[in-house]
């Protein structure tokens, strides 16, 4: 062990660290571990039509948690009279705004220690915190008017990107707290074809968020035609009409069976362009002797999320296989941001 000063300025020579940057790595990892949480259950909240389980913001019916005894209940009805109480959905909506808020509290945690300790230990990634604090409170006003809005499919969509912003950032600085530096050295045509993958998986979530968020899921109720024709008959200038009005609850959908279907078909063919393209790409990881662990997580992934995809058209959206959808493409959203910092070598920094 070295020391530049003494007691909590030691520095770890094996693995380059001192306990500055090894507490943020901690901090990093429950953050990480509490955004897949908030993600997971803003899903299963959405997929329960438990988005306005609580018509108020940010306590439910006037309480901190929900209301749970008769004369609770009946206040709350007496308060929202359009908004009856249905405790199969006043709870995820609340458990899901109790762990969002513990994730923003823990990243202005981060924050903190980062600004607090950068004379200490050169090298933290403090823009990268000062973005996701911003991110998070930016990520909290859309849940407010996600509610607010009564589930306007612009709002609720931006919502679930906002998420998977914020994963994918807390993600990224777990891996340069981490000091992790894979030896992968990629040509610049496969770094390129890396990155519009990126870019073409984060296009395909927005076409998830936008065929949950318009409740077309299963606007196609067959495979691999839609129904019972390779193209069916749709409407996408509705289906893709983002000046929808503000004002109507959109619970259900608003949306007539043309309109969803286009969504629907258009998400379906992003998912066969999404996974032709990351096909290419493991392959051309497999070549890179360094990148074939990366190739095969890769390819697992794609292939869970493209099974999970096919079994909730056949299986009519169960919520279990549902849900886990939500958390694979977020997943492989994950791998994609690894492998690109992957070809970066990982010690060029720029945010």
Not at 270 to 283: I, K, Q, R
Request: with cysteine.
């Amino acid at each position: 062990m070295e020391s530049r000063t003494m007691g909590f300025n030691t520095r770890d020579v094996r693995t380059n660290t001192t306990p500055y940057r090894r507490i943020l790595l901690l901090c990093t990892a429950c953050a990480v571990a509490l955004v897949l949480a908030v993600v997971v259950l803003g899903a299963f909240t959405r997929l329960k039509d438990a988005g306005l389980g609580c018509p108020d913001w940010p306590g439910c019916y006037g309480h901190l948690t929900w209301p749970t005894s008769d004369t609770e209940v009946a206040a709350a009805e007496a308060r929202f009279p359009e908004a009856p109480v249905e405790h199969d959905k006043t709870w995820p909506e609340m458990v899901h705004r109790y762990f969002a808020s513990t994730l923003g509290l823990v990243i202005f945690t981060i924050l903190v220690l980062a600004w607090r300790w950068q004379r200490q230990e050169s090298g933290l990634p403090l823009k990268l915190c000062v973005f996701l604090a911003g991110l998070v409170v930016l990520q909290g006003a859309f849940g407010a008017w996600t509610v607010t809005l009564k589930l306007w499919p612009q709002v609720v969509t931006t919502h679930l990107l906002g998420g998977v912003a914020n994963a994918s950032c807390l993600w990224l600085l777990l891996l340069r707290l981490s000091h992790w530096r894979p030896p992968v050295t990629a040509s610049p045509a496969l770094k390129r074809f890396a990155f519009l993958a990126l870019l073409l998986v984060i296009v395909q979530i927005a076409l998830g968020g936008w065929t949950s968020a318009n409740y077309a899921a299963i606007a196609c109720p067959d495979l691999p035609t839609c129904h019972g024709v390779w193209w069916p008959a749709a409407d996408y200038a509705q289906g893709f009409n983002i000046f929808q009005h503000v004002g109507p609850n959109y619970l259900g959908g608003l949306l007539d069976n043309h309109a969803r279907t286009a969504i629907h078909f258009v998400h379906r063919l992003g998912a066969v362009t999404v996974s032709l393209v990351l096909v290419v790409l493991a392959v051309g990881l497999l070549r890179l002797q360094a990148a074939r662990g990366l190739a095969l997580v890769l390819f697992s992934a794609l292939l869970l999320q493209v099974s999970l995809g096919i079994s909730n058209v056949y299986w009519a959206l169960p919520l279990p296989v549902a849900v886990a959808h939500n958390a694979f493409g977020l997943i492989l959203l994950l791998v994609l941001v690894t492998i690109n910092y992957a070809f970066r070598g990982g010690e060029k920094h720029h945010v």
